[in-house]
């Protein structure tokens, strides 16, 4: 079993930068892909960003592309989402996950399916 906690939203105004963290623990042998997903108040979760293990790659929703990045810390297990120019569209609970393959596929990276983990969110607020 494998547990991921995320830390770091808040509320912040637009254009301002907020930096999120997800520590998986638990049995991390062997997993694949870290990813952020993200579910705005009535809407559907959607895919934010995504890394591999070996963080040779990374992929990005055309929304955040810019403002976001993802990277990896491999020995603590932990993934970040450096978030710049923040904007109102950006509200909503922010959740890691992870996947049981490594996928250097942007479609396969992208799918909520691709991955098996998830936490608990954290809530990302933007005021205009």
């Known amino acids: 079993q494998v547990q991921l906690a995320e830390s770091g939203g808040g509320l912040v105004q637009a254009g301002d930068s907020l930096r999120l963290s997800c520590t998986a623990s638990g049995r991390t042998f062997g997993l694949g892909n870290m990813a952020w997903f993200r579910q705005a108040p009535g809407k559907e979760r959607e895919f934010v960003a995504s890394i591999p293990r070996n963080g040779d790659s990374t992929y990005y929703a055309d929304s955040v592309k810019g403002r976001f990045t993802i990277s990896g810390d491999n020995a603590k297990n932990t993934v970040f989402l450096q978030m710049n120019s923040l904007k109102p569209e950006d509200t909503a609970v922010y959740y890691c996950?992870?996947?049981?393959?490594?996928?250097?596929?942007?479609?396969?990276?992208?799918?909520?399916?691709?991955?098996?983990?998830w936490g608990q969110g954290t809530q990302v607020a933007v005021s205009s």
């Open positions: 996950a992870t996947s049981r393959t490594i996928y250097y596929s942007s479609q396969l990276a992208s799918q909520e399916s691709s991955y098996f983990y």
